[in-house]
């Protein structure tokens, strides 16, 4: 996941204070020069000498935060940022840039309190909804980066650090490649204003899932599996059960028809009562690549009540990926986390369900049980 916490490689401006003089203004000119320059060691000399006697304006400890921070001094930089914010204890940049320090500091709590305090009263932009999914992913809480990384999307799909996010979170954590992190590294590469090195990187992550993932291309197999299907579907309707089963198996192996004939398989074994086989092959059906969410969440049912909660927690989470807009799938996850006895995680994505569910009985029901569970 990117570093969001990372302050902004810029200055900012520090307009002089009246009765600032001509010895200080030209250090502080000095010091911004020096920081714009990257010669971190020189702004850090030339803050701290402008501090000692313009000690009100909160950009000037920004400033000289940054340069601390560049230099990996995160405790001389925390120092500069809080006495900023003694001067502006609402400076939402000097709070963002406080994260960050707490973040290198690996202090999570610090740094996800600070992030809370940029945000104020007002709901989190994406940059913060980033931010503290960086934060929880440190923290090894991944279901709750999750979630925030899923609000961002929501939020605004222009964004471009969050589809980067979201999906180096599916590959790196969640085991999800193709297509559901590829699909968003591609579209990251095709958003504006992506510096070339991030977009250098996510282009590389993109062409390694595509070799190792993405689907066999079609071949002349396609003709006979069609043939297959068709025989499956006569053999069944005269009940010689053996010789569909067996065509629909064959029917398979072909990647054009695979998902159609994993679909008539589970059909036909759910016909027939046959309930485990059923749920082995809508499964297997789950696991195409072109598996649509309706087979996930067939698939998750099944899994639910057949007591499978590992499987039923991953093909939830790559119906999540490929769906997120379907929002049983958070309500299912919620349920698999409670099995689990992950409560924290259980509670955020019934909460995350209820934010976004309609009113209504089942969505009370689903927020009552989300306040019993713990926190």
Sequence with gaps: ???????????????????????SHKTILKGQKALEEGNYQAAVTAFEKAAQRVTLDPV?????????????????????????????????????????????????????????????????GSYILNALATVERANKNYDQARILLLSA??????????????????????NLYYPEASDLFETYGLLPGIPERQKNDAAARLTKITKLFAPLPQNNTTARATQLMTEAA???????????????VEAKNDPSRSLDAHLALAAFYESRGETAKAYRAYVDASKLPSASSDTLYKAVTL?????????????????????PNNLMFYYQMAVIRSEQRRLKDARAYAEYYVRLAPPGTFTSAVDAWAKKLVQ
């Design 234 to 248: 006569r053999y069944a309707a005269a009940r010689n059960w053996t010789f569909a089963e067996r065509a629909y």
């Design 60 to 124: 000037l400890y920004y400033n000289l935060a940054t340069a601390y921070y560049s230099l990996g001094e995160p405790a001389l930089a925390m120092n500069a940022a809080t006495n900023g914010l003694a001067i502006d204890p609402g400076n939402e940049r000097l709070l963002k840039l406080k994260a960050a320090i707490a973040y290198l500091k690996h202090d999570w709590p610090a740094a996800f309190e600070s992030l809370r305090e940029a945000a104020g009263d007002n709901a989190p």
């Design 153 to 174: 999307m929501r939020k605004d799909r222009t964004y471009p650090a969050t589809y980067y996010n979201l999906a180096s979170l599916y590959q790196d954590h969640y």
């Design 303 to 323: 899994a639910l009540a057949q007591k499978h909660f590992d499987v039923a927690d991953e093909l939830c989470s790559k119906g999540m990926a490929r769906a």
């Design 1 to 23: 996941m990117k570093n969001l916490l990372l302050p902004p490689l810029f200055l900012l401006a520090i307009f002089l204070l009246s009765g600032c003089d001509a010895s």
